[in-house]
C-alpha cells in the first residue's frame, strides 16, 4: 500500500516503538489529511494528553476538540467510553448509575480481560460507523501494548461466549479487519531494536490479527552530506591542523557513518515490508513545539502522494 492508497481508508491506527516519533507521524498525517480536504480526527489514547498541546492550552479529553480547519482531536477513556456505552443502552441517568455504582456489576467488569481497551477501540468504531469523519488516525500505544490492544475483541470473544459483549467484540474485530476501513502504518527509526521489533510487530498484525498494512514510515533519517570518495579522501587527508577547524570534517564524517548505517537499517526493513512503499522522513533540526512545526513534514509526506 502507497501513501495515496492509505488516504483512501478511513480509518488508521500508528504504532511504533516508543520514542521513534510515532505521535509525531500522526499529527503529520492528520494535517496532511486535512489539507486535502478530509474531515480528519486524531484518537490520542494516553492520560497525558500531547496533541492539543501543540494547537492550543487545553486539553481535548471526551470531547472533540478542533484544532484547525478539518483537524480534530480526542482523548477518550474507559469510564468515558463505560457512560457513552450504558447511557445507549438505558438512555436514562439515573439507570446508568445505579449500574456503574454497584459493587457487584463493577467487581464483574473489573473481571473481564480487556474491556477498558474494549470500550475505546468501540468507541473508535463508533467514530467510523457514523461517518462524521472522512479520516480517523489512532495514535495507538507502542509495539507490544499496541498488538494487545488491537488483540482484544478476540481474547473478549473467547473469554464471553454469548450476550451483548461478545456481539459488540465481534462487531468490533470486524471493524478493524475490514481491509476496505482499516489499515495499520507502522514507524521506527533506522536503527536496530526499532527496526527489529516493528517487523516482528507487522508480522504479527498481518499474519495473526489479519489487519490491512499500511506504508511504512522511517523517522529522523539522515542523508550523507558526503560521497564515498570525499569520506575516503577525509579520513586520509587532514582537513587542516587548526583545531577550530577539525570539527567540521569530523562531523561530516560522522553525519556520512549515520547516514550508512541508516540505509542498511531501511534495506533490511524493505526485505519484511513486501510491497508497502517505505517513506522516509528525514531529520530537522530544532524541537517541534507548536502545530506550525509540522509544516515542513507534511510537505515532505506530499512528495510520496504521486510517487
Sequence with gaps: MNLEELMLRRLVFVSGKGGVGKTTVAISLGLLAAQLGKKTILVELTSSERIAPFFFDKMAGYKELELQNNLFVINPNPHDCLKEYVMKQVYFKGIYELFVNNRYVT??????PGLNELLMLGKIMDLEWQKKYDFIIVDAPATGHGVSFLEVPDVV?????VGPLRKKAFEISEGIKNQEVTAFCGVTLAEEMPVVE???????????LKINLGPVFVNNTVSSPLSLAEAVKLKEE?????EHLKAYPALALMMYERAKLNEEYI?????NIGKNTLIKLPHKPGLIRKGKDFFPLVDDLKEYLHA
Excluded at 157 to 161: E, I, L
Excluded at 238 to 242: A, G, I, K, R
Design 107 to 112: 467487581s464483574f467488569l473489573n473481571a473481564i
Design 157 to 161: 470473544m473467547n473469554a464471553v461466549k
Design 198 to 208: 516493528l517487523s516482528e510487530l507487522m508480522e504479527k498484525i498481518k499474519k495473526d
Design 238 to 242: 587532514p582537513f587542516s591542523e587548526d
Design 267 to 271: 534495506v533490511e526493513l524493505k526485505k
